[in-house]
């Protein structure tokens, strides 16, 4: 099992409650990023971690949202108090560099439903 | 503002024909464009790219087209199969350097067997 490994594969919750979620990146790989997919969307980018670099948080819809990576592998997005609208599929994925023209790997996703 | 559109949510194909999936695009800084397939319950999975220095690139049964004045890409699938039955996305790279990709939303195929 060397893919981009995600949980909880499904998260049902209250809103205003606060989610964290989860992402296990390929073994080496220096690059994580963060999408998101509502229904009927494309893949949103939230959040991009590249080694030591400060993260690239431009994407994140609002101060809700912070994702952290410890130790340059696992990383966890928290959504706090959570809303209706951050019912989504919350999609990891990693590449090895984060360079021009790799492919990026996708984890199998969460899939969280904010009641 | 969507900058990368799929316009058509889904398409059936019969099992070895051709399956032609369209992606337009807005952003003239955009110089790599992907394709990745997504299984229902699964992450998404790269299956081809294409420089904007080129026209086309092909893999097996894949070929990707772009059409850079018509800010117009396509994927082809031939022969169709019915394990291509997936969401396809189109992603794009702004030359700027930002890793970001921009995402459609996606067709759904269906190869009919």
């Known amino acids: 099992g060397a893919g981009v490994s995600q949980s909880p594969s499904n998260k049902v919750t209250e809103k205003g409650k606060d989610v964290e979620l989860r992402c296990d990146p390929i073994?080496?790989?220096?690059?994580l990023y963060w999408y998101r997919q509502s229904l009927g969307q494309g893949l949103e980018f939230l959040i991009y971690f590249q080694g030591n670099s400060a993260p690239d948080k431009s994407g994140l819809p609002s101060d809700r949202f912070s994702a952290e990576r410890t130790g340059g592998s696992v990383s966890t997005l928290t959504i706090q108090r959570t809303q209706q609208e951050d019912s989504a599929v919350y999609l990891c994925?990693?590449?090895?560099?984060?360079?021009?023209?790799?492919?990026?790997?996708f984890g199998p996703g969460t899939r969280l439903l904010v009641l | 503002d969507q900058q990368v559109k799929q316009n058509s949510p889904s398409l059936s194909v019969q099992e070895g024909r051709i399956s032609i999936l369209n992606c337009d695009y807005t952003n003239s800084m955009f110089d790599y464009f992907l394709w990745y397939k997504k299984y229902p319950a699964e992450g998404p999975t790269f299956l081809i790219s294409?420089?904007?220095?080129?026209d086309k690139n092909e893999d097996g049964r894949f070929t990707v087209f772009l059409n850079k004045s018509a800010k117009h890409l396509s994927l082809h699938i031939v022969p169709s199969q019915p394990g291509d039955s997936a969401v396809y996305f189109c992603?794009?790279?702004?030359?700027?350097?930002?890793?970001?990709?921009?995402f459609g939303t996606g067709t759904r195929l269906k190869v009919l067997a």
């Open positions: 294409i420089s904007s220095i080129k």
């Open positions: 073994s080496g790989h220096t690059a």
């Open positions: 992603a794009a790279r702004d030359a700027s350097g930002t890793y970001k990709y921009i």
């Open positions: 994925a990693s590449s090895l560099t984060g360079g021009w023209g790799e492919t990026q790997y």
